[in-house]
């Protein structure tokens, strides 16, 4: 199995209209019986420039700021990385997979379509936040915000 383990950091919580701001993903191979095969692990990280200050409550959550992006992104805009994601976002064969994925899911769908991009694909996804639940159910810990990481 092959699978892409994402995440973002956007302005907001509304996917149609939150600017994504970063992208870190890692692809990752298994054998048949689940084990990874550690040779095929690959990372990205990218940072995209804003024309616009950080909303003050996504801010308080990703710590991210207009003059850290700036800074991160090197100036480049997330057009200006299109080329270096297309290989980690047009996917057919590959699950994507992450916490609330469909968020992050929905938030690069949308950014990309805003700028006339074609539409990522993946082969479909596994939402790691329902499996914890399923995985806790009866505990305890089943509800979201009852889990406390230390």
């Not at 992208?23 to 084990?35: H, K, P, Q, R």
């Not at 990372?43 to 200050?53: C, K, Q, W």
């Not at 801010?59 to 992006?69: A, G, H, P």
């Not at 590959?94 to 769908?109: A, K, Q, R």
Request: net charge negative; aromatic share 12%.
């Amino acid at each position: 199995m092959k699978y892409i383990v994402l995440d973002t950091e956007a302005s907001g919580l509304q996917v149609n209209l939150a600017e994504l701001y970063t992208i870190g993903a890692f692809y990752v191979e298994t054998d048949n019986d689940g084990v990874v095969d550690f040779r095929t692990l690959k990372a990205v990280h990218r940072y995209f420039n804003t024309e616009y200050e950080v909303p003050s409550d996504a801010s308080s959550v990703n710590k991210l700021t207009r003059k850290i992006l700036q800074e991160k992104s090197n100036g480049d805009f997330l057009e200006d990385c299109y080329m270096e994601l297309k290989d980690w976002l047009y996917r057919p064969d590959v699950t994507l997979v992450g916490y609330n994925v469909l968020f992050d899911y929905n938030i690069i769908v949308n950014n990309f379509m805003k700028l006339g991009l074609e539409k990522p694909q993946w082969k479909g996804t596994l939402d790691v936040m329902k499996e914890q639940r399923v995985l806790l159910k009866g505990t305890g810990f089943d509800k979201f915000n009852r889990i406390k990481l230390i």
